[in-house]
């Protein structure tokens, strides 16, 4: 357990940040599941639409520091070949 002030204070932002970036990389991970799922069930249409959102979440999730820069463009590069070579 923190004794000082300022550790006990550390503490409390630590926890606030875990929630929120727990919460960002869940979306992340909901978006590419849903993606995953209409290209492996050949629903192209629907797939193209979703990649924005997929773009965005995977965006704001490297924004927060959730994931590194090239985790991301790695992870956005290798789900829209998933769907060219699906097709």
């Known amino acids: 357990m923190p004794i000082t002030s300022s550790a006990k204070k550390a503490l409390r932002s630590s926890k606030k940040k875990k929630v929120f970036n727990l919460r960002r990389k869940n979306e992340m991970?909901?978006?590419?599941?849903?993606?995953?799922?209409?290209?492996?069930?050949?629903?192209?249409e629907e797939a193209k639409k979703l990649i924005p959102k997929l773009q965005k979440a995977i965006d704001k999730a490297e924004k927060g520091g959730i994931i590194k820069k090239n985790n991301a463009s790695r992870k956005k590069s290798r789900l829209l070949k998933t769907i060219t070579i699906k097709i």
Do not use: D, F, P, S
């Open 29 to 44: 991970q909901n978006v590419i599941k849903e993606y995953k799922k209409l290209v492996a069930g050949k629903k192209t």
